[in-house]
């Protein structure tokens, strides 16, 4: 391993040096998407300021993720994430044509305090999210009152696999391109118009999911009800339990959360960042 290159902030580490920072995400059901790529489970990079005894670190899910833990109580450490940032983040988004990247951190004055410093081409925003926890007694009382509500006749749920990389990345591992996940798709004839996801992001039993109704005309029609209802039904077979996960502002998530069963138990600031120009 190289020495910590000082331009850069954060050292990259290899994946037999992901152990060191496991420990800074380990007990929070907010990290699972950290987790799953520290286990190698999903696609990502990790960057610490040591390969041994770190005390700050941040994983890059592919994508626009990314989870910063560790002590930024020391000035060398705030000042290595700012670095961090404009070297290494930026540079990086701005080669893969993306405007965009977050930042979730625990729930801290100096998280915040840092990560809304003014930092030259970057807008932030900090906003609240939630993980909700799985709650399978409600789910099953609102499976079974389903149960007794035939389909309509043009009206169909079934599950299918879908790719867990569907977008533009931080890395590409070969071993990772045809990593698959299941999925519920509720169509009207042979039009799409709910789906919901296992959306890659698992640790042991627990995975989060993502559903969605794409056109505005067919929401409030219980269709995202009946997506989740049926992949989160595939899933228990197996043994696995889901997390959701939403923004506070998002009313509609929430409110299917508590339908389906599920309960919060972990809120959170996210640091949406945006590139200027």
């Known amino acids: 391993m190289n020495e910590l290159n000082e331009l850069n902030g954060l050292m990259e580490l290899q994946p037999g040096n992901y152990t060191a920072v496991y420990d800074f995400y380990a007990g929070k059901k907010q ?17 610490a300021d040591h390969t041994e005894a770190p005390t700050l670190a941040v994983v890059w899910a592919t994508g626009r993720w990314m989870y910063a833990a560790g002590d930024i109580s020391t ?48 807008s932030v925003d900090r906003h609240m999210e939630s993980v909700y926890e799985f709650n399978s007694e409600r789910f099953v009382q609102l499976k079974n009152r389903r149960a ?23 890395v590409r591992e070969d071993r990772f391109i045809g990593l698959t996940t299941t999925g519920a798709v509720v169509k009207i004839r042979d039009e799409v118009v709910s789906i ?13 999911i993502d559903v969605d109704t794409y056109a505005e005309s067919e929401r409030g029609k219980g269709y995202a009800t009946l997506a989740a209802v049926s992949l989160i039904s595939h899933y228990l077979v197996q043994g696995m339990l889901p997390l959701w996960e939403t923004t506070h502002e998002n009313v509609a998530s929430h409110k299917l959360a508590l339908r389906l ?17």
């Open 196 to 208: 919901c996801k296992n959306n890659g992001f698992s640790v042991n039993n627990r995975y989060f």
């Open 261 to 277: 069963g599920f309960e919060p138990v972990e809120s959170y600031p996210v640091f949406a960042f945006v590139m200027e120009g």
């Open 31 to 47: 990290y699972i998407p950290a987790l799953s790529v520290l286990l190698e489970n999903y696609p990502g990079r990790v960057f």
């Open 148 to 170: 007794a509500i035939p389909l309509e006749g043009d009206l169909s749920v079934a599950c299918e696999e879908f790719p867990v990389l569907t977008h533009k990345g931080s």
């Open 75 to 122: 000035e060398i450490n705030r000042l290595k994430l700012m670095v961090f940032l404009q070297t290494v983040v930026v540079p990086d988004c701005q080669q893969r044509q993306e405007k965009w990247f977050e930042i979730y951190t625990d729930d801290s004055d100096s998280w915040t305090e840092l990560l809304k410093l003014e930092i030259a081409g970057l």
